[in-house]
C-alpha cells in the first residue's frame, strides 16, 4: 500500500520537528518519495492509524495537523517523471 502523508506543523516554525518527522519516514517505511515540503509518498504495510499514531508522538497537538491516505487509483497531478515511476507499479 502507498499512503499520502501530509502536515503542517506549527506554521513552520519548528524545523527540528520537520526533521524529526523525516527520519520517521525514512526509517519505518518500505520506501518512500518526499513530493512536496510537507507531504510524502510511503510504501507502507501498516495502516494509516498506525502512522498517524507515529505523527502524534512527534506532534503538538494544539498547532500540528496531518492527513493521512491510501493512494488509489485514480489518482492525478503534476509530479516529476521520477515520482511517477516509482508510483505507478506500487498502486
Do not use: C
Not at 502524534?56 to 493512494?71: E, Q, R, T
Not at 488509489?72 to 517523471?81: D, F, R, V
Amino acid at each position: 500500500m502507498v499512503l499520502l502523508i501530509s502536515y503542517d506543523l506549527d506554521n513552520h516554525q519548528r524545523p527540528e520537528a520537520y526533521e524529526a518527522i523525516r527520519k520517521m519516514i525514512e526509517g519505518n517505511s518500505l520506501s518512500f518519495k518526499k513530493i512536496l515540503y510537507s507531504q510524502w509518498l510511503v510504501q507502507t504495510i501498516e495502516t494509516p492509524d498506525q502512522w498517524s499514531n507515529r505523527l502524534a508522538s512527534l506532534a503538538d497537538s494544539d498547532k500540528d495537523y496531518w492527513f493521512i491516505v491510501p493512494v488509489k487509483h485514480p489518482y492525478q497531478g503534476w509530479l516529476p517523471a521520477p515520482i511517477w515511476d516509482w508510483l505507478r507499479p506500487k498502486i
